[in-house]
């Protein structure tokens, strides 16, 4: 069962460009929403969250949509860069630890 | 203040054997993750752990696999009578806390990749 659905699975974008990548989940117990950036041999790192209280949430070139009512969320990646090629995972959880559901990725590549 | 260690980085093992991955959390996190990572997939939960104590292992198989995060020393998880299907990447994360301020945010390590032949 995939609990949170994310799309594309490849992004190709030119440099100075916007990057978008959607993603969509299905248990409304979900109240944290991180997002994580992966290069190759790489841990993922935390890039931005949000939880549901906000509609929107910004940081640097690097802004997450959420909208409760469609249970979904996006990352917008302004005026993109050829170093932000990475893959990109949205994950949730709820409760009292956190138990990360992730997206199955985004491979983004910005070129020149 | 060092970030999540994990060892070994690749882990070469035969049908058969055991796997041992380390995973050492940052200073003053007392809350391990551990996920698996198979090629072009997404991370999935294994199990989380506290000091001495399992608290969700609802993602690890429940035969060969096994994870415990002693008093002292790092968190390992064990992978026994390892098979093809277990070749993937390792990834354990730790945090300070639960919940609340910032204290859920899962700081990763750099992960075991292990290939079993």
């Known amino acids: 069962q995939q609990q949170v659905k994310q799309s594309p699975q490849s992004l190709i974008v030119q440099k100075g460009g916007i990057s978008i990548i959607n993603c969509a989940y299905e248990?409304?117990?979900?109240?944290?929403f991180p997002w994580y950036q992966q290069f190759p041999g790489k841990g993922p790192a935390l890039l931005i969250a949000?939880?549901?209280?906000?509609s929107e949430k910004k940081e640097g070139r690097f802004t997450i949509s959420f909208n409760k009512s469609a249970k979904q969320f996006s990352l917008h990646i302004m005026d993109s860069q050829p170093g932000d090629s990475a893959t990109y995972f949205c994950?949730?959880?709820?409760?009292?630890?956190?138990?990360?559901?992730f997206g199955i990725g985004t491979k983004l590549q910005v070129i020149p | 203040n060092a970030g999540v260690m994990q060892n070994p980085r690749h882990l070469v093992r035969r049908r058969g054997q055991e796997a041992r991955l380390r995973c050492s959390p940052m200073?003053?996190?007392?809350?391990v993750y551990w996920y698996r990572q198979l090629p072009e997939e997404g991370l999935k939960f294994m199990v989380y752990?506290?000091?001495?104590?399992?608290?969700?292992e609802s993602g690890m198989p429940k035969e060969r696999f096994s994870a415990e995060f002693p008093k002292e020393g790092p968190s390992i998880l064990r992978i026994q009578q390892v098979v093809r299907g277990d070749s993937a990447a390792y990834f354990c994360?730790?945090?300070?806390?639960?919940?609340?301020?910032?204290?859920?945010?899962?700081?990763f390590g750099p992960g075991t990749r292990l290939l079993v032949l």
């Open positions: 994360a730790s945090s300070p806390g639960a919940r609340g301020a910032g204290q859920e945010t899962q700081y």
């Open positions: 248990n409304t117990a979900f109240d944290y």
């Open positions: 949000i939880r549901p209280d906000v």
């Open positions: 994950a949730a959880s709820y409760g009292g630890y956190q138990k990360v559901t």
């Open positions: 200073k003053g996190h007392s809350h």
């Open positions: 752990l506290q000091k001495e104590n399992i608290i969700d």
